[in-house]
């Protein structure tokens, strides 16, 4: 995954709204109305439209036009605001743990796998939830809270006290 910032020549840009997370096309399908979708890493869904003179995406239009931009890159908005994208099932839970028992590997920098997204859940206490994007999260969640996770996102969660979490792991299941 990578973060771009946008800038003007002279500044940065840090306000949330102004990241994107970039992220691979993995394929194409066509919607109900025959408009083409790709298909991203993330498991999230966009419209791709040729609109001239608005958006100039012939390439779209064509098989070997969508096929040569298999394994390119666009920006994900819907990771950008931590979207969960349609369609997936808990397919795992982990914990509850607490402020003794939280792993260590969960307590340092980490990620999601590809294709997985997941919930942190806090039960009781606080933790200190940090994700590696710019500008980076840093947030204090409190009991009901919880915190979607996307994928191959460097994140770490450290509780504040005494404190008890479980995780979800989602992903698309066939079938």
């Given at each position: 995954?990578?973060?771009?910032?946008?800038?003007?020549?002279?500044?940065?840009?840090?306000?949330?709204?102004?990241?994107?997370?970039?992220?691979?096309?993995?394929?194409?399908?066509?919607?109900?109305?025959?408009?083409?979708?790709?298909?991203?890493?993330?498991?999230?869904?966009?419209?791709?439209?040729?609109?001239?003179?608005?958006?100039?995406?012939?390439?779209?239009l064509?098989?070997?036009?969508?096929?040569?931009?298999?394994?390119?890159?666009?920006?994900?908005p819907?990771?950008?605001?931590?979207?969960?994208?349609?369609?997936?099932?808990?397919?795992?839970?982990?914990?509850?743990?607490?402020?003794?028992?939280?792993?260590?590997?969960?307590?340092?920098?980490?990620?999601?796998?590809?294709?997985?997204?997941?919930?942190?859940?806090?039960?009781?206490?606080?933790?200190?939830?940090?994700?590696?994007?710019?500008?980076?999260?840093?947030?204090?969640?409190?009991?009901?809270?919880?915190?979607?996770?996307?994928?191959?996102?460097?994140?770490s969660?450290?509780?504040?006290?005494p404190?008890?979490?479980?995780?979800?792991?989602?992903?698309?299941?066939?079938g």
């Amino acid at each position: 995954m990578t973060v771009r910032i946008s800038s003007t020549t002279d500044t940065v840009d840090t306000r949330r709204d102004s990241v994107s997370v970039i992220r691979t096309i993995d394929g194409f399908h066509q919607d109900e109305l025959g408009d083409w979708v790709v298909e991203l890493s993330c498991l999230h869904s966009q419209h791709m439209r040729h609109q001239p003179p608005f958006r100039d995406r012939a390439w779209v239009l064509t098989a070997a036009g969508r096929a040569e931009h298999v394994g390119t890159t666009i920006d994900c908005p819907l990771c950008d605001r931590g979207e969960i994208p349609a369609g997936l099932a808990v397919v795992r839970t982990i914990g509850p743990f607490d402020d003794a028992t939280l792993p260590a590997g969960l307590r340092r920098d980490h990620r999601v796998a590809g294709g997985v997204w997941a919930l942190l859940r806090v039960l009781d206490g606080a933790v200190r939830f940090t994700m590696a994007t710019d500008p980076p999260v840093d947030r204090a969640l409190a009991a009901g809270d919880t915190q979607t996770i996307p994928p191959d996102v460097l994140h770490s969660v450290r509780p504040r006290g005494p404190a008890r979490v479980t995780i979800d792991f989602m992903t698309r299941v066939n079938g």
